[in-house]
């Protein structure tokens, strides 16, 4: 993935610590920093999404749960009517 921000601002902050006179370290320290930031946020976001799927699941399960009982209380005659319901929830599982 590039990212022409990143791109076009890490020479930037090389020609800062060039001005500045800072240590080749300093410029690396700052790098270090930058990718751990990303790091974060990237993880921030893969959380973010992985909570939102397991939400999901739970909700799929209640209904398949919810859909069960139905089946239940309606009797067999009923299944055919539902199996295109239950593979269209099962097609969200994926």
Request: zero cysteines.
């Amino acid at each position: 993935m590039t990212n022409t921000y990143l791109e076009s601002q890490i020479p930037y902050l090389r020609a800062l610590h060039t001005s500045l006179g800072l240590a080749s370290s300093e410029f690396a320290n700052d790098l270090k920093g930058i990718e751990e930031a990303i790091k974060q946020a990237i993880d921030s976001r893969v959380t973010i999404r992985k909570d939102a799927v397991n939400e999901l699941e739970e909700k799929i399960a209640r209904v398949k749960k919810r859909v069960g009982k139905m089946r239940a209380v309606l009797g067999e005659g009923v299944e055919d009517e539902f199996d295109a319901e239950s593979e269209a929830v099962s097609g969200l599982e994926t």
